[in-house]
């Protein structure tokens, strides 16, 4: 059974860091394509980092690039996103998932290519 523990959110000031942490059990994080994805109330869960580590493939969309980091550690089976320069419109439910295969990005990174999903965790950047 696969499971994805998200943990790491909190509430960060503006300009601050934080780094979000996803432990996964049932599979291997470094072999399957992982993908980091925000949602707000209201809105669609959007798609903002992918990485297939075995195949050192990684995206991030627009908005986080430069500023998100995601990395995979195969020893721990974990996968990473540090976040710096964090704005008020970065708040919201993070969550980690675990894909069914690498697409040719850039483009979308879709909810529909992801498999097992994580419970998510809040991430608050306030002034």
């Known amino acids: 059974q696969v499971h994805l523990t998200e943990s790491g959110g909190g509430t960060v000031a503006v300009g601050g860091s934080a780094t979000l942490s996803c432990v996964v059990s049932g599979l291997n994080s470094h072999r399957t394509v992982m993908g980091w994805f925000r949602q707000v109330p209201g809105k669609q869960r959007e798609g903002i980092a992918a990485?297939?580590?075995?195949?050192?493939?990684?995206t991030y969309v627009d908005s986080v690039k430069g500023r998100f980091s995601v990395s995979s550690d195969a020893a721990e089976n974990t996968i990473y996103l540090q976040m710096a320069s964090l704005k008020s419109e970065d708040t919201a439910m993070y969550f980690c998932a675990a894909g069914k295969t690498w697409r040719e990005y850039p483009r979308r990174i879709d909810t529909d290519d992801f498999v097992h999903w994580g419970q998510g965790t809040q991430v608050t950047v306030s002034e």
């Open positions: 990485i297939y580590a075995a195949a050192e493939k990684i």
